[in-house]
């Protein structure tokens, strides 16, 4: 083999090492645990089935979530606000009312 061909697999093999060090690293960052240890969490109904939205969990509902060092059982204590069921909307204090109470808007 002469010095040119050396030199070009040494190079090739250096590039190769360079592209699986790479593509080890995308992989580590994109595991699952690694997602699990940033402080997410998989949650799931008693069936296996993900909890993707809040409308799919009932008050009282057994549910199973997942963090970085383990699982376990959690249970939703109210269930989610429908869309109908609304929070009450403060009223805007209007000027007239400022000024009864003498604030200066």
């Given at each position: 083999?002469?010095n040119?061909?050396?030199?070009a697999?040494?190079?090739?093999?250096?590039?190769?090492?360079?592209?699986?060090?790479?593509?080890?690293?995308?992989?580590?960052?994109?595991s699952?645990?690694?997602?699990?240890?940033?402080?997410?969490?998989?949650?799931?109904?008693?069936?296996?089935?993900?909890?993707?939205?809040?409308?799919?969990?009932r008050?009282n509902?057994?549910?199973k979530?997942?963090?970085?060092?383990?699982?376990?059982a959690a249970?939703?204590?109210?269930a989610?606000p429908?869309?109908?069921?609304?929070?009450?909307?403060?009223?805007?204090?209007?000027?007239?009312?400022?000024?009864?109470?003498?604030?200066?808007?």
């Open positions: 083999m002469t040119r061909s050396a030199y697999l040494r190079q090739r093999l250096s590039r190769a090492h360079d592209q699986v060090a790479h593509a080890r690293a995308q992989v580590v960052a994109l699952p645990q690694r997602t699990l240890d940033r402080g997410y969490a998989v949650v799931q109904q008693v069936d296996g089935t993900l909890v993707t939205s809040r409308r799919s969990v008050a509902d057994l549910l979530v997942t963090v970085a060092d383990g699982n376990f249970t939703p204590v109210s989610p429908t869309r109908d069921s609304k929070a009450p909307t403060p009223k805007k204090k209007t000027n007239a009312a400022r000024k009864t109470r003498g604030d200066d808007a």
